[in-house]
């Protein structure tokens, strides 16, 4: 059922950009040539980390052929122990590039630094912001101050009103192209890596007009729980999901346990491509608040 502004209005946002009292229509963001937010589902894949070039295109090859509309890779990375594999750097961002001059697929990747922006955007679509960063706010002023679409993923034990906050910072200096990450939180739960709060879907979308994608593969930490978090996500509401894909998860330099293979990933296309069909009106009914 649609929202009217009475409705969205009753209690007023500290978020005034991101609120969606200000701004009933679902905001579309375009990534090269691709919609989201349109009301279809937009996959974003590749590996957590960009390793090689032959890995990055390889696996780039896979999940176009598979169905992915982007393609993701981290160049850097952050860690939690500074002796862990840091990413490729700039090397990764040409290797990332180069995966999309072969596959057309649209690029995304994370930046941590300010002084790495102006030089990522030369290689990269969308630029992502990590969970540990969303509350670097000169990081958030820094993307809000270029026209790069923006993937911002909610921090690890952040509140969804400080989530739709740092959007706000990155919009009030211009830049409205934000997509919002769920890629789960911290909780007492140990079975899985977080915990993946899916009530943030209807949420955000009943609170704010930007799309919101999930990341299963953070959220559970196992790879053998993506797929049915992956159906969830398309089921209430999600406007795409990012999912972490390798072709030897034994031995990738980061996030192996969480990581899909390509065999993996085109049986989920699968089950995603019947599951939006079928819950087409449902989905729209989130959409629609
Ligand atoms: C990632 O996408 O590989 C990543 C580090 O994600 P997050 O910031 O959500 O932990
Ligand atoms: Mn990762």
Known sequence: MAMTIREVNKKPA???????ANHLEPTIVTVAQHKIGDGSVTVMAGPCSVESRDQI???????????AHLLRGGAF?????PYSFQGLGETGLKFLAEAREVTGLPVVSEVMEIEHLPMACEYID???IGARNM?????LKAVGRTTKPVL????????IEEWLMSAEYILSEGNPNVVLCERGIRTFETATRNTLDLNAVPVVKHLSHLPIIVDPSHGTGVARYVT??????????ADGL???????PESALSDGDQSITPGEFESLMRHINVLEESCAQLREGVLNG
Request: glycine residues 6%.
């Open 152 to 159: 911002l993923k909610r921090g690890l034990s952040a509140t």
């Open 242 to 248: 990012i999912l972490e894909a390798h072709n030897t």
């Open 77 to 81: 990375k952050p860690r939690s122990s």
């Open 126 to 128: 969308m630029v992502q």
């Open 135 to 139: 509350q670097n706010y000169p990081l």
């Open 14 to 20: 500290p978020y005034k950009l991101a609120s969606r």
């Open 228 to 237: 049915a978090m992956s159906m969830a996500a398309v089921a209430c509401g």
């Open 57 to 67: 295109i390889e696996i780039a090859r896979q999940l176009k052929d598979a169905g």
